[in-house]
């Protein structure tokens, strides 16, 4: 079947670095996406990776493995407001995204 | 950037009542777009995949006939609930995907709608 694995929840300071992890089993591979969704909203893209390697976008950079069916999302310098869930996603070989469960992100002052 | 509009973002009503939303992309084609089911502390869960003129293809559990999916156009895509229960109660979530370029194109998502059913 298919997986997506990441944390359910962790905690962070305010102004500090946090990494996100997401490992994945999928029947083949088309890119991977990382969305943040705040509580009672909906998703909002961050980013996108096809290849190996890190995408940097601002305070965040997303990084993937697909020999290791592995990636993990990055973001420095947190603020308040990035208290949000994250959440990881993986087209498979019929474009469609597979959806992890989300890493509730805590941060805290 | 891609912007979706989904509407309404609330409904209450009563049981038995039918419930339209509409999804619509505002300023980029979507062949395709996606309905979401969402319950709370828990992931996405894709209900069907809607073709502009053709049937939705949907997911395994999800029933047809309680949710109603035409995609009319290549910029709106409706669902309606059917008879709604309780148990239909969720955050309903569209998104779109923009019909040129590769298959880097993301889903962009609706504001999602909040449905209660008393």
């Known amino acids: 079947g298919q997986n997506i694995d990441q944390p359910t929840e962790m905690t962070a300071t305010e102004g500090a670095i946090v990494q996100i992890n997401c490992t994945y089993q999928t029947s083949g591979f088309n890119g991977l996406f990382w969305y943040q969704q705040h509580a009672g909203e909906a998703p909002t893209f961050l980013s996108y990776n096809v290849l190996d390697g890190l995408e940097e976008k601002g305070r965040f950079s997303s990084f993937l493995s697909r020999s290791k069916g592995y990636s993990y999302l990055l973001l420095k310098e947190l603020q308040m407001k990035d208290s949000a869930s994250y959440l990881c996603a993986v087209r498979d070989s019929n474009y469609q995204l597979i959806w992890g469960a989300g890493t509730k992100l805590i941060i805290k002052p | 950037g891609a912007v979706v509009s989904q509407h309404p973002s609330r409904v209450i009503c009563k049981s038995g009542t039918s419930v339209k939303i509409e999804c619509r992309s505002l300023d980029f084609q979507a062949t395709t777009m996606f309905w979401y089911r969402q319950f709370p502390k828990q992931s996405l869960m894709l209900m069907a995949t809607?073709?502009?003129?053709?049937?939705?293809?949907?997911e395994q559990g999800v029933e047809k006939d309680k949710f109603l999916i035409n995609h009319a156009s290549l910029t709106l895509s409706t669902l309606t609930v059917t008879s709604a229960h309780p148990e239909d109660s969720s955050f309903y979530i569209c998104?779109?995907?923009?019909?040129?370029?590769?298959?880097?194109?993301?889903?962009?998502f609706g504001d999602g709608t909040r449905l209660s059913i008393l």
């Open positions: 809607s073709n502009e003129g053709s049937k939705a293809t949907y």
């Open positions: 998104s779109a995907r923009e019909a040129k370029g590769t298959g880097n194109q993301p889903q962009h």
